[in-house]
């Protein structure tokens, strides 16, 4: 987290059992959570017209079974809605529904909301780049991900050389995978970070309460530049949230260790 100011004081916004879920939109990455979703059928698949009337039959036959199809975590109520209109669609044309089945899915994407978390505590490039160049803090959580819900998913990023593209036939055919490459597909420039993440959902821009045995806060980190008041403002924090109050420090010969806060 940068450094608080008056205006928007990020350590008192904290809440024992809450976590906050950001807008991807809001991220550094254009990228991220913000895939290219297209009809690749035709181009890397099958151009023989007669496939696409198979495709909306096995569809149908899907979509027969809602409770089961629904399950898949990626299918809300309005996706399914409009996959089942184009399974039973014969009159509109091929290129108009490409269109509307991409903004749709873009529509249930856009919901997600992000916790982005890493297990390197010293990386220098996260504290540099997200702490304000050591004078923020980092908010430390215990994740169980055997404990996970099915609104907020543990994913750990996978990083590529290229942004995938995704196919339409994807999200209806194979969801759970459609689903797992919109939420952990990043470009190899980020594999600095080495995140993970916890991906909401239904809920973003806001702070979110969660089962304690799934994810936990356990401590705050004052980083090595914190100025003196905002390290005491950090400890009264920690203190009230029940949870250890730390330190980054920076060594002699280039590297960090880690303590209680005096």
Request: net charge negative; aromatic share 10%.
């Amino acid at each position: 987290q940068p450094i608080s100011v008056p205006d928007n004081d990020r350590l008192n916004q904290l809440r024992k059992g809450e976590i906050w879920f950001s807008d991807p939109a809001k991220f550094n990455d254009p990228f991220d959570l913000r895939p290219v979703v297209k009809n690749l059928v035709p181009d890397r698949w099958c151009q023989e017209p007669a496939f696409e009337g198979s495709m909306r039959r096995a569809l149908a036959s899907l979509l027969g079974n809602a409770s089961m199809y629904q399950g898949a975590h990626l299918i809300d109520q309005a996706l399914f809605s409009e996959f089942q209109a184009w399974a039973g669609d014969h009159t509109e044309e091929d290129q108009a529904w490409d269109t509307r089945l991409s903004r749709a899915l873009g529509s249930r994407i856009a919901q997600f909301g992000v916790v982005c978390l890493t297990p390197q505590w010293d990386n220098r490039l996260m504290w540099a780049h997200y702490a304000n160049e050591g004078k923020g803090f980092c908010v430390e959580y215990e994740v169980d991900w055997l404990q996970q819900t099915q609104d907020v998913r543990y994913v750990p990023v996978h990083y590529m050389s290229e942004t995938p593209e995704l196919c339409v036939s994807e999200a209806m055919f194979a969801p759970h995978q459609f689903l797992q490459r919109v939420m952990a597909s990043k470009h190899v420039d980020w594999a600095y970070e080495h995140e993970i993440r916890l991906v909401s959902l239904s809920n973003k821009g806001r702070s979110v309460a969660l089962d304690e045995n799934y994810v936990r806060m356990t401590g705050l980190v004052a980083g090595y530049a914190m100025p003196e008041p905002l390290r005491a403002h950090l400890k009264r924090v920690a203190e009230q949230l029940e949870v250890h109050a730390m330190e980054m420090k920076a060594g002699q010969r280039g590297n960090f260790h880690i303590g209680m806060l005096a």
